[in-house]
């Protein structure tokens, strides 16, 4: 069965940074567009950014350009999010997502697989 399980969250001081990982089974990441997406308490799912397949071409929202990466090792089947200067707003929920290659890279809320979720909280 396909599966996407998140780590690495945890408590951070605001300027402090974060590395989550997105460890995937049940299908061979190498043709899979992955994403990362967030929600705050009291706000709808929000899309931060995503990976093409082969990991050549990443896209990010507005809100983290310059702050955080993408990356992935398909060898490995896990995908990561440095997260770096994060504010007390970065505080959510963080969940890996997947969808077939053919669907692009784009920072949607289209995905068709996901995982449960890490807390991330920014705060003194």
């Known amino acids: 069965q396909l599966q996407l399980v998140e780590s690495g969250g945890g408590l951070v001081q605001p300027g402090g940074s974060l590395r989550l990982s997105c460890a995937v089974s049940?299908?061979?990441?190498?043709?899979?567009?992955m994403a990362w997406f967030r929600q705050a308490p009291g706000k709808e799912r929000e899309g931060i950014s995503c990976i093409s397949s082969s990991g050549g071409g990443t896209k990010y929202a507005e809100i983290v350009k310059g702050r955080f990466t993408i990356s992935r090792d398909n060898a490995k089947n896990t995908v990561y999010l440095q997260m770096n200067s994060l504010k007390p707003e970065d505080t959510a929920v963080y969940y890996c997502?997947?969808?077939?290659?053919?669907?692009?890279?784009?920072?949607?809320?289209?995905?068709?697989?996901w995982g449960q979720g890490t807390q991330v909280t920014v705060s003194s």
């Open positions: 997502a997947a969808r077939n290659w053919l669907k692009g890279c784009a920072v949607d809320n289209e995905y068709d697989w």
């Open positions: 049940g299908f061979t990441l190498d043709y899979y567009v």
